[in-house]
């Protein structure tokens, strides 16, 4: 935790809205999951996004990239209302990075066909493509997965690969839907060093969402957590485990990030 620390931008002040989700109410068959949700991402915020299973969480990344559409309220990227932009414009418009809960490669193609398609489509330039896709293999330590299909890959190392992808086109907006899951307690270090490093040298907003609730925030400027539709907490992770209705809500009283 010292080394993820000392990478921190301690004087995080950088309030002006990337994202914007205004009045978001989301009903599935009348069951009502998102009730009327204010959310702002800033512009360089690392936020950390916390709540129960089936709370909404995947929902609201989903709202982001056009995945899914909210049955009331606007949705902002950049200052301009996306509600009705198509995903494919919002990932190009925008420069969206997303790496979903479950799936995100093709299974039947192998660990270096699936980085050099999302290469393709995202750099134009062959010398530039190879080394974005040499600099990510050496990150993750692809080398000697190269070859192996989608399929055959491990739990975790199939999720080092989805974020490897999502980070090809210099994302300015990355979504990650439960990073830390599937991975060893290096590999979540090696992330967290990634987010932490993509926020000090690019202009770059990210959302994780996880339920590894000390990692995440070890490594965000700010935390929320959901219940019931809501945001019932915001603020910086000291103030979200010390908040009253997220300890009982979500936390429990024996919580700490110590
Ligand atoms: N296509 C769908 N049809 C019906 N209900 C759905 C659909 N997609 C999601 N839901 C419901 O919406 C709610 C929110 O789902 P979501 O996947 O956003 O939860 P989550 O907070 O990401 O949960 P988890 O932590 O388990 O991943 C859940 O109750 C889920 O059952
Ligand atoms: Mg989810």
Redesign the pocket.
Not at 51 to 62: A, E
């Given at each position: 935790m010292a080394l993820i620390k000392k990478f921190r931008i301690k004087n995080f002040k950088n309030t002006d809205p990337i994202v914007e989700l205004k009045n978001i109410s989301?009903f599935?068959?009348k069951?009502q999951?998102i009730d009327n949700l204010n959310l702002k991402i800033n512009k360089q915020e690392i936020l950390g996004m916390l709540?129960?299973?089936?709370?909404?969480?995947?929902?609201?990344?989903?709202l982001i990239t056009g995945l899914?559409n909210p049955n009331y309220g606007e949705i902002l990227i950049g200052g301009i209302n996306c509600t009705k932009l198509p995903i494919n414009e919002r990932f190009t418009k925008f420069q969206i990075g997303f790496v979903p809960?479950y799936g995100g490669l093709i299974q039947n193609l192998s660990l270096i066909d699936n980085l050099k398609l999302v290469a393709e489509i995202h750099i134009e330039e062959k010398e530039l493509q190879i080394q974005k896709l040499n600099k990510l293999i050496t990150q993750f330590e692809f080398e000697s997965l190269l070859k192996i299909k989608a399929k055959h890959l491990s739990g975790g190392q199939k999720k080092k690969l989805v974020i490897a992808m999502a980070l090809i086109n210099n994302p300015k907006i990355l979504l990650l839907?439960?990073p830390f899951a599937a991975l060893d307690i290096l590999t979540i270090k090696m992330l967290q060093e990634i987010i932490l490093n993509l926020q000090s040298t690019e202009e770059i907003s990210i959302v994780v969402?996880d339920?590894q609730a000390r990692d995440l925030l070890n490594c965000v400027d700010r935390a929320i957590i959901?219940s019931n539709g809501k945001i019932i907490a915001s603020g910086s992770p000291n103030d979200v485990i010390s908040d009253k209705d997220a300890k009982s809500h979500y936390f429990g009283e024996e919580f700490n990030i110590s």
């Open positions: 989301v599935y068959n069951r999951i709540g129960p299973n089936g709370v909404g969480k995947s929902t609201i990344l989903n899914k809960q839907d439960e969402v339920h959901l």
